[in-house]
């Protein structure tokens, strides 16, 4: 009578400890209904689903709101892509283990453990001790899973926000702001160095504004948290940045979207950068040339990861090409052959679902907009000249054939921009496009 008392007992505890288990390991609820911004304006409401660069919503009315993803404010994209990318973890496993099987392991050594008392002090039989062994087992097991989860972000200090306004102030052309989350970066997406001289590989592209500003400005995470997979740059992110200057220009992944080092080829100017296919200016090659103007010592950007990018050292690089530094922060730096710089990013990032390796890239990310049918390549066409003309407006010139060709461009104040072709004979055509 006594034994089927225990066993009753030890089943009991051992349902309950197991149901429990998956109750705490459940996600459970929705927990989505928040304020979003919207093109600049908040909307109460639920997040139900993404899909297709559109995100869905339950207003407080109970009615569907539907909006493109590039509409909501980075910090909202970053929130609607995490969700993305675990929901999309979910399916592709059938069920969690971490957190389920830490607590049924924990639930079930505890129980064995529990019986073995019982029944050894009840019956005096050395046979139950080992009930408990097994139960400890079951214990050790939790226990070691559970460190292994270990949230590190603890483990890197926060950046110091004031800091980052003084290197990014260091550039008038430049704002910044923040909020519990994001460090923003706002600029126009022209720097104010030269552009454009020296590429002799051309996509026929010339830079033009593009309004990185209020929701389409670039978030930089305040608080950086080390990646225990850190993405290689050589198999990833050949799409979009992957750092912002100090200057508030986007710069790349050295290599171009067909996994080109962009500077070998030829496709960059003499400050490491060029034109993308919406005429957008940003570099491929870490900008040390900055570092007269953020002055020595400091970094001349920050990667999308949260952690500064730095020029050379003498210090030993890990295999990232960064460091832990003494103030047990993490940093990048600057070497002068490939890969340049992030060799990996070392940072946890949110990847868009929408891409896939190579070309995927990390979200949020600021959108660029064209204004004019992306062209090919101009094979044999060397730039030679560029130069401002007047208020947003520039002439660029190439050589073809030992011969002069002249790009003269620019835009209003409504927003309506002018391509002028001048050919070495002295006859032009003449484009223009709305934006």
């Avoid at 349902?15 to 989505?32: P, Q, R």
């Avoid at 209904?33 to 093109?39: A, D, L, P, R, V």
């Avoid at 283990?97 to 019986?115: A, Q, V």
Wanted: charge should be negative; proline fraction near 5%.
């Amino acid at each position: 009578m006594l034994k089927q008392n225990i066993m009753k007992y030890f089943l009991t505890i051992l349902v309950y400890l197991t149901f429990h288990s998956f109750i705490y390991a459940h996600d459970g609820g929705h927990h989505n209904n928040k304020t979003w911004t919207i093109n600049d304006e908040p909307l109460k409401a639920e997040l139900l689903k993404y899909e297709n660069g559109k995100v869905f919503f339950l207003n407080q009315e109970r009615e569907l709101i539907a909006c493109d993803l590039e509409a909501l404010s980075p910090k909202d994209r970053k929130v609607v892509m995490g969700r993305q990318t675990k929901i999309l973890n979910i399916n592709q496993s059938e069920f969690k283990t971490n957190d389920s099987f830490e607590i049924l392991f924990l639930g079930f050594g505890t129980s064995l453990l529990l019986l073995s008392i019982v029944l050894f002090f009840k019956q005096r039989r050395k046979l139950h001790l080992s009930y408990g062994v097994l139960g400890l087992i079951f214990i050790t097991i939790s226990a070691c899973n559970k460190d292994d989860s270990i949230d590190t972000s603890t483990d890197i200090p926060s950046n110091d926000i004031s800091y980052m306004q003084s290197i990014f102030g260091a550039f008038s052309e430049v704002s910044t702001s923040s909020d519990e989350t994001y460090f923003y970066v706002s600029s126009n997406g022209i720097p104010t160095h030269n552009m454009m001289v020296g590429i002799t590989n051309w996509q026929q592209q010339v830079p033009i504004n593009h309004e990185y500003s209020g929701s389409n400005s670039w978030a930089i995470p305040i608080q950086p948290v080390l990646s225990d997979n850190p993405l290689s740059t050589q198999t990833n992110l050949l799409k979009g940045a992957i750092s912002i200057a100090a200057n508030g220009i986007p710069i790349f992944n050295p290599l171009n979207n067909r996994a080109e080092d962009a500077n070998a080829i030829g496709e960059l100017d003499q400050w490491g950068g060029h034109c993308g296919r919406a005429d957008d200016y940003h570099y491929h090659l870490p900008p040390t040339h900055l570092q007269t103007t953020v002055g020595a010592g400091n970094p001349i950007a920050y990667a999308v990861d949260g952690f500064p990018l730095y020029g050379e050292t003498t210090e030993q690089l890990d295999e990232y090409l960064g460091r832990i530094n003494d103030n047990g922060g993490y940093q990048y730096h600057t070497i002068n052959q490939y890969p340049y710089f992030i060799a990996g990013m070392r940072g946890v990032v949110t990847l868009d679902p929408n891409t896939s390796a190579p070309e995927n890239q990390i979200i949020p990310q600021a959108m660029t907009q064209g204004v004019r049918p992306a062209l090919g390549p101009l094979v044999g066409a060397s730039i030679t000249s560029f130069q401002s003309t007047g208020t947003n407006s520039y002439s660029l010139t190439y050589s073809l054939n030992n011969e002069s060709y002249i790009v003269n461009y620019g835009w209003d104040n409504n927003a309506l921009y002018t391509y002028e072709f001048i050919n070495p004979n002295g006859s032009s055509t003449t484009e223009t496009y709305q934006r």
